[in-house]
């Protein structure tokens, strides 16, 4: 027995050092790995944002992915686990400007766009080394040699590729539509990037003049100076005679307005006065209707939520100040009706808190309604949608299959340009009238590029492919591609999960991956969201150095069915450090006791040990299907019960009373046996254990060996 075994387990010293063989072993590579391996079973790291550093659920998603790939690595399959990090466009510029302007009170326009990007490539740099480091510390077993980044070069070319054959394909357009305007950010946004909060806020009903017939209601007063139309319900009897008259320049706080009244059936007759002031310009319902009904847009807030029009009262305002110059004038002139405080869901930036303005923009966009050229009539929706449907992708849980649907249903045009400078710059140059779209700049001089970048999910949403070479043909990309599973947490199942699988199935007419794994939301011991403010949360990398690694996986994982939100603290990861040592004491008794025993040969294996065995057996059956199953939450619960209550409890306790070559038999098969299905889940541990065990053999890594059938 080696003489570590006389000192308790030390998972600070240990867990670096194991990291290291394996990494010095080459066996994270699949071209590496033992054996004839024909079979691949592939994995896409969802790349961590490059805006700071990981934290409990990345450490679930990494806990979940890498017992997936060791179990299928050790089950004889061509694993292949890519990570990579993602360049967060608007979070990353936002945070290194907003550190910019509390240091140096500069903005970046101040900069310019060369400084800027070299001084956001310096913050994603250092953010990216820290966030390597962590997912190591969790005992990641990716191939570190593939890594990528969703804005380096070959993820660059792949971006310019995919814009330019939908560019010429027709689906990507330029038009001057309503968006979601983030002025704190100075960008557009989609509509999944907002987060609504809920306020107070007041609904003011009114009549725009003295003599105008109709009133209506709204909580923005101030966006009403540019109001175009009344619309009603086609069949609400009380405005039947006012349909298609109109009312011209009214004078409306300083500002002129020309007001049609118009039926459109989308007004709901008995919500409030069953009548709609519609605002083209800063409403994208308002601008739906308007496009129904051909009407014009008329902009009055600009890009920093400022007034735009009318006189000196609200011109150059902002709009919350206009508001209440606009509300004390309809007081004045006795057109206020009535005023009533309720609660209203308020659209904020989910990146920088910014509360967002529709604006009109000229943008670009990605028409999902469209049919696209040879594709049987289909539709960008059609190509998200089919796969799920026909069971080609399933979603863990398959609960989620309804949002998923429901989601696309809904789904509008992509608006994919933004307004930074961090990111793919859109692949698009002007000279004169000219336009050029192409994968590389054009030839000859006097072109300018497009200034807006790419909506980051454009990118990401290649994910699966540009990571492994495309657009050449690479023995990647026929080796590993559809991906066997995806572990994303549930809330960017539309950000990013169903961008991937419409982009994939248009560019390379299959799916992405064949299964979806969902997982929830990490939360304290009381369900709350970790957070600053509550001082909750809970680090994963203090957790591994305090309790180890291994502690801190069994505690995610097990109990965490897919889909789910989970509680955690630090008395459950402590809980299953004791299991760590467990593991380690119950290794040295039965190493202690079977020193010099030879279990090649095989002994008469008395009835009750043989019971022993057999039990242990029927388990490994079970877990195996569940394991193939993406039941980890239960494999992991069945295992630890297993080695505390029935192995350390009871099978060494009878086998204490009389320890012969049966008893020692059973002892070691039952230990090596489980070490190997620990070993997906704590890694570290069972890797140093079986070290010990083979005196450290680099060709007997548990990491390689086999899954017991």
């Known amino acids: 027995m080696n003489d570590k075994f006389l000192k308790p387990y030390n998972a600070s010293e240990t867990e670096d050092k194991i990291y290291k063989i394996w990494q010095d072993s080459g066996f994270f590579n699949p071209d590496n790995l033992p054996g004839e391996r024909k079979e691949p079973f592939t994995i896409m790291m969802p790349p961590p944002n490059v805006t700071g550093v990981l934290h409990m659920g990345h450490a679930l998603g990494i806990t979940i992915q890498d017992i997936l790939i060791r179990y299928h690595r050790m089950n004889g399959k061509k694993t292949l686990w890519l990570p990579g990090t993602d360049h967060a ?29 070299k001084r956001v490539g310096e913050f994603a740099q250092n953010s990216h080394d820290t966030i390597v480091s962590q997912v190591k510390k969790f005992g990641a077993s990716c191939d570190w040699t593939r890594e990528a980044f ?21 689906l990507i357009y330029r038009g001057y539509r ?85 039926a459109d059936e989308s007004v709901e007759k008995d919500f409030g006065t069953g009548a709609l002031g519609v605002t083209p310009a800063h409403s994208i319902i308002d601008a739906e209707i308007a496009e129904r009904h051909g009407l014009p847009i008329v902009p009055v807030i600009n890009e920093y939520a400022k007034m735009s029009v009318g006189d000196e009262r ?59 050229l040879n594709k049987n009539g289909k539709t960008l929706k059609d190509l998200t949608k089919d796969p799920v449907k026909n069971g080609e992708i399933n979603i863990a849980p398959d609960y989620f299959s309804k949002t998923y649907f429901h989601w ?17 710059r859109i692949p698009v140059w002007y000279k004169g009238e000219e336009i050029y779209c192409g994968a590389k700049a054009p030839d000859g001089d006097g072109w300018n590029q497009d200034e807006d970048t790419l909506d980051t999910w454009f990118s990401s949403a290649l994910w699966t492919f540009s990571t492994l070479g495309w657009p050449e043909k690479t023995k990647d990309l026929e080796t590993f591609h559809p991906t066997s599973v995806i572990v994303p947490a549930y809330e960017i199942l539309f950000f990013w999960i169903a961008r991937m699988v419409l982009m994939t199935n248009y560019i390379l007419d299959e799916i992405p991956f064949k299964t979806i794994y969902l997982t929830g939301i990490v939360r304290d011991a009381q369900g709350r969201k970790f957070s600053k403010s509550l001082g909750n949360g809970i680090d994963p990398i203090e957790i591994a150095k305090k309790y180890g690694a291994d502690a801190g996986r069994m505690a995610l994982i097990v109990g965490t069915a897919p889909g789910t939100d989970m509680k955690i603290d630090e008395n459950k990861i402590k809980a299953y450090s004791k299991f760590s040592n467990k593991i380690w004491n119950a290794t040295r008794f039965v190493l202690e006791n079977t020193a010099g025993f030879d279990e090649t040969s095989k002994p008469e294996i008395l009835p009750a040990h043989q019971e022993y065995i057999n039990e242990w057996q029927t388990l490994t059956k079970e877990i195996t299907k569940e394991m193939e199953e993406y039941k980890l939450y239960l494999v992991g619960e069945k295992l630890y019960h297993f080695f505390w209550h029935q192995f350390a409890d009871i099978i ?58």
């Open 178 to 262: 309503v968006v979601n305007w983030d002025p704190k950010g100075q960008t557009t946004i989609s509509d999944d990037e907002i987060v609504y909060e809920e306020r107070d806020a007041t609904l003011y009903t009114f009549k725009y003049s003295k003599d105008f017939p109709i009133s209506i209601s709204t909580t923005r007063p101030e966006t009403k100076v540019g109001d175009v139309a009344v619309a009603v319900h086609p069949e609400d009897d009380r405005y039947q005679k006012y349909i298609g008259q109109e009312f011209k320049d009214i004078d409306f706080c300083g500002a002129k307005i020309n007001i049609k009244v118009i």
């Open 408 to 424: 696309i249903d809904n789904l509008k045009d992509w608006c994919i340009s933004r307004q930074i400078w961090y990111g793919h």
């Open 89 to 117: 466009a608007i979070a990353t510029q936002s945070k290194v400007e907003g550190e910019i302007k509390k240091k140096e009170n500069l903005s970046r326009h101040d900069l310019g766009r060369e400084e800027l990007l």
């Open 652 to 709: 060494i306790e009878e086998c204490k009373k009389d320890l012969n070559d049966s008893a020692k038999y059973t002892l070691l098969y039952l230990l090596k046996d489980q070490l190997k299905k620990l070993h997906p889940f704590m890694p570290f541990i069972t890797e140093e254990i079986w070290g010990l065990i083979h005196d450290g053999k680099p060709e007997k890594l548990l990491i390689i060996e086999q899954w017991p059938a």
């Open 314 to 372: 609200i011109l150059g305002k902002k709009t919350v100040e206009a508001r209440e110059i606009i509300v004390a004038w309809l007081r004045e002139q006795s057109l206020l009706e009535n005023e009533v405080v309720s609660k209203q869901n308020v659209g904020t930036a989910e990146r920088t808190g910014g509360i967002i303005e529709p604006l009109p923009k000229l943008q670009w966009f990605i028409a999902v309604n469209k049919e696209i």
């Open 150 to 170: 969703t804005l380096d070069e070959k993820r660059n070319f792949a971006v310019n590729t995919v814009f330019k054959k939908m560019y010429d394909d027709e």
